[in-house]
């Protein structure tokens, strides 16, 4: 049966075809490739599934899901961990058209089940330890009807993945889902408010594989290493190998170099996704080494801001005409605009430095993006009225084919972050930015995250990266202790890892220094050192400034201020 065949109506989309497509095209190309072990001398020893097999497998897999009532629309939560069987299961639940909830373990086990049982799950699949937690916490998934063990079942009742499997000669007919139909819930890490459970349909999946392709030009015969799970899975879409690294994608800032720095050279790595955090540990320790990545075309890093100085050290690494590209975007709409290590190293990283923000360049495709007033309250329906001039900073919103619509089960949310227009939705970015006369949008940091004193309003981010020019500086976070509409502006510090040979007292009146140069800097007087920033769990990069609000608060115990 070809492809022609199995999808024989335009208006059914499911990212599953195109791994049908590809393990028809490229049947023998390695899709997935997994660190198995070491062998006898100590190298790295490798699994790998080609297309046809990935195919073959995640039928076999469709076909068991269906026989233990995993069908079309079956909320599914997931929990295995980067691996072969990861690949095939998600594969698998998309061909049945179930819908695989992803939650991230990092957040801590209390957040996880909170987000569990907001997604009403009806399937639980997970490996051994996970279903270890659904034991010891079995209110979470009492209306839970199937249960997968993804490896050995102890003592619980279930599945395990083996039990399921059913070869059957014939493809697994992909399920007939729409554009509008849901393909998952995908739950935000939380890190400004209560993670929330984001809708994605079958069509925006579809979308984001169009725009992959057409912003970062990803050819066929490239292999990826995806440091971040996720976006792992639009790779056998893209026809390109996916080389999964042997990390905790939990903390990705604690990742050894070494197991980064082994695949790109030994598999010949062509593209790479990375965090900041990720991207700053493994770009130090190669440059201390002295070691290049020649196969490298490009390197995508998203997640949270990245720093002039890190994409400085990591493009000396890579070969020439290779770029590191810095796309922008939210669980809820991803990615919507993107720029080159080229342009923010010739023009706008310098414009940074001097608190113009990030720049996180132009829309992608058909994504529009404006900047509107900024309001805390919702906004019920769009208007051009809301909308600001160039070089205004206001709300980031965008609108488009890859943005989502809804939060699942979570109608409060909506009403803050959608504003309707017509048949479709802006999303409300929860950022502030600016734009400029190019078409480029400027990152001025969260809408939450902005002081406001009595006499005047700070945003975090042009604030931070002129603080971050002191040599000494690892990264900062601007912070408001006091009352809302009457903060008091703190700059907290986070230095360089030599911080214990620094005279504070120096260091601080050289940062004070650098603020009272600049405008936009030079009534924030307060400093405080911290060891090491609390950060988020998905990139290890995102600054829980609230927990530094709490933690300064202590410490200055609000006396200290005149």
Not at 136 to 152: A, E, L, S
Not at 294 to 303: I, Y
Request: glycine share 6%.
């Amino acid at each position: 049966m070809n492809i022609s065949e199995q999808k024989n109506d335009d208006s059914v989309i499911n990212i599953a075809y195109y791994l049908k497509k590809n393990a028809h095209a490229l049947p023998h190309k390695r899709a997935v490739v997994y660190p198995a072990g070491k062998d006898k001398s100590g190298r790295v020893a490798y699994a790998h599934l080609t297309f046809k097999q990935l195919d073959h497998e995640s039928d076999i897999i469709a076909y068991g899901l269906n026989s233990v009532g995993i069908n079309k629309g079956t909320r599914t939560i997931i929990m295995v961990n980067p691996s072969i069987d990861f690949f095939t299961l998600i594969f698998a639940l998309f061909k049945t058209g179930a819908v695989p909830v992803v939650v991230d373990p990092g957040m801590g086990i209390k957040r996880m089940l909170v987000c569990f049982a907001k997604s009403s799950p009806e399937a639980f699949i997970g490996i051994p330890k996970a279903h270890i937690l659904r034991i010891i916490r079995p209110k979470t998934f009492k209306n839970i009807k199937t249960f997968i063990t993804v490896g050995k079942r102890w003592l619980w009742s279930g599945y395990t993945l083996n039990d399921i499997r059913i070869n059957s000669q014939k493809p697994y007919k992909i399920a007939a889902t729409g554009k509008d139909d849901l393909a998952a819930i995908l739950f935000t890490t939380g890190s400004t408010g209560p993670a929330k459970g984001v809708e994605y349909t079958h069509g925006i999946f579809d979308t984001q594989v169009n725009n992959i392709l057409s912003c970062f030009d990803i050819q066929e015969d490239e292999i990826d290493l995806p440091t971040f799970p996720l976006f792992a899975l639009f790779d056998p879409a893209l026809g390109i190998t996916a080389v999964i690294p042997d990390i905790d994608p939990t903390k990705p800032a604690l990742a050894d170099p070494e197991k980064i720095i082994e695949p790109i050279i030994n598999q010949g790595v062509t593209n790479m996704f990375a965090s900041p955090a990720l991207l700053n540990n493994v770009g130090r320790y190669a440059k201390e080494k002295n070691i290049k990545f020649p196969s490298l075309k490009r390197v995508v890093s998203a997640g949270a801001p990245v720093s002039l100085s890190n994409i400085k050290v990591f493009s000396s690494l890579l070969p020439k005409g290779s770029e590191i590209h810095t796309p922008y975007g939210a669980t809820e709409a991803m990615p919507i605009s993107s720029i080159k290590s080229d342009e923010i190293l010739k023009e706008t990283g310098k414009l940074s430095d001097k608190g113009y923000g990030i720049c996180v360049g132009r829309p992608i495709d058909d994504i529009q993006v404006a900047i509107i007033k900024i309001d805390d309250s919702p906004i019920k329906k769009w208007s051009d009225s809301l909308l600001l001039p160039d070089g205004e900073i206001g709300e980031i919103v965008a609108k488009g084919d890859n943005v989502t619509k809804h939060y699942f089960n979570h109608p409060l949310s909506e009403i803050f972050a959608k504003i309707k227009d017509n048949n479709s939705f802006w999303h409300r970015m929860g950022d502030l930015g600016w734009s400029d006369s190019k078409g480029r949008i400027w990152y001025c940091g969260r809408k939450s995250h902005r002081v406001i004193t009595e006499n005047e309003t700070f945003y975090t981010i042009p604030c931070e990266l002129i603080f971050n020019t002191h040599p000494k500086v690892f990264r900062s976070a601007l912070i408001g202790v006091g009352p809302k509409s009457k903060q008091n502006p703190v700059i907290c510090i986070e230095l360089e890892n030599d911080k214990h040979e620094l005279d504070l007292k120096r260091t601080e009146k050289e940062i004070l220094e650098i603020a009272s140069d600049n405008i936009i800097t030079k009534n924030i007087n307060k400093v405080l050192f911290h060891n090491s920033f609390p950060v988020d769990i998905r990139h290890n990069s995102k600054i829980f400034r609230e927990k530094l609000v709490s933690w300064a608060d202590q410490k200055l115990n609000l006396n200290l201020f005149p």
